[in-house]
């Protein structure tokens, strides 16, 4: 038996029957060939929270009164509805479930078809209901949040027996901070897995980040907050909104000359930027894109890094407050109009240094971004 995940969409009913098949090793006290490993350590801590492969039902529902109160208190309550409406397909013909969750792994927005609605319910996977690990075992909403990162379920490596007819891909929502603050998994029948999915639930992930970025911060004043869009909606860098007021786009991080970058990890699942003193600062899948894409050449226009990141040239405003909030988090020294990332910096990229072509290929493993797959194959 072999798990080969170019089957996941090639031939999606052989690869559903091998990971169901290695479930029952696996639980069987086996060892099941070429599992991988985050799914495996996903089905121990499953079992070690109680939960059973046979289980029904998570462990708790919310009440209709506890589930409009976890609405109002999640951070994506204002842009749910128009995040679900753009992934979901609510004909009669729709095959996939669209599901929203909050960072506990609780469903809390969901739509489809009637037939996809009915089909979700005979698994409890309803609005209201836990599907957090510890809340119905490992499955596509979990392993995101575990991961941090879009991920797949597909079949036996779902938990639970119950759930072994879906395949589900699932993405987490960050804030503007960089926070995870929920999750979109979209999901259907096995036999339906498609590789465009993906494409869908990534597209509806960023949405919900751009839509996010765009709300208004709170101001105690009712003034306009520094990170609110400009009144006259010019298309301009804004280097007042920031979190420090004043700070200018294109001067020294106030870490840079005692406390310069040593290094900027994009090979491998856990891209960072190192400095000397030794701390760390993890990047988020769309940060590390971002960082990868500028140290790619000398410098980047909006409108080019708009259409190789969202395949949208007029996505300008977006990528400029990605380049902030990139600038805020790291202190990166990335130069505006055009965005470059400064000599000194770009010099610690370790995937520009690589030493043997092949390396190349742990360049940010899990982007599907076409130009970072190019990076990767030295194109």
């Known amino acids: 038996m072999s798990l080969h995940q170019a089957l996941r969409f090639s031939d999606p009913t052989a690869f559903a029957a091998r990971t169901i098949e290695a479930h029952e090793i696996a639980l ?71 599901v929203v969750a909050d960072n506990h792994g609780r469903v809390l927005w969901r739509a489809g078809s009637g037939q996809a609605l009915r089909r979700a319910d005979s698994i409890a996977f309803a609005e209201g209901a836990d599907w957090s690990e510890r809340g119905i075992g490992a499955n596509g909403i979990s392993l995101a949040l575990e991961a941090g990162a879009l991920t797949h379920a597909t079949a036996g490596e779902h ?83 920031t979190i420090n007021p004043g700070y200018d786009d294109n001067a020294t991080h106030p870490d840079a000359g005692t406390n310069p970058v040593t290094s900027i990890r994009l090979l491998g699942w856990k891209p960072a930027i190192v400095r000397a003193d030794g701390t760390s600062i993890s990047l988020s899948p769309r940060r590390a894109e971002l960082v990868a894409l500028l140290a790619s050449r000398d410098a980047w226009s909006a409108r080019a890094l708009a259409e190789t990141l969202y395949d949208d040239p007029a996505a300008t405003t977006t990528v400029r407050g990605e380049v902030r909030r990139l600038r805020q988090v790291t ?28 390396d190349l290929l742990r360049l940010l493993p899990d982007s599907e971004i076409p130009a970072i797959v190019d990076l990767r194959y030295g194109i």
Do not use: K, N
């Open 28 to 98: 069987s006290g086996g060892r099941a060939p070429d599992l991988d490993s985050r799914v495996l350590r996903a089905w121990r801590r499953s079992g070690d929270a109680g939960i059973s492969p046979d289980q029904q039902t998570p462990c708790s529902v919310l009440s209709r009164e506890e589930m409009v109160a976890a609405r109002e208190r999640s951070p994506l309550s204002p842009v749910a509805a128009e995040v679900v409406d753009s992934v979901a397909d609510t004909s009669a013909a729709g095959r996939h479930l669209v």
């Open 159 to 241: 938990f639970v027996r119950a759930h072994h007819g879906w395949t589900c891909t699932a993405a987490p929502i960050r804030d503007p901070r960089g926070q995870i603050v929920g999750v979109l998994d979209v999901s259907h029948p096995v036999r339906l897995a498609s590789a465009e999915t993906a494409a869908l639930v990534r597209c509806g992930a960023r949405l919900a980040e751009s839509l996010l970025a765009a709300l208004p911060a709170p101001s105690p004043s009712g003034s306009p907050s520094p990170s609110s869009p400009s009144p006259t909606g010019a298309d301009h860098e804004d280097p007042s909104a």
């Open 331 to 358: 202190g990166l020294s990335i130069e505006s109009q055009p965005y470059s990332l400064c000599p000194r910096e770009r010099d610690r990229v370790d995937y520009l240094r690589v030493e043997h072509p092949d």
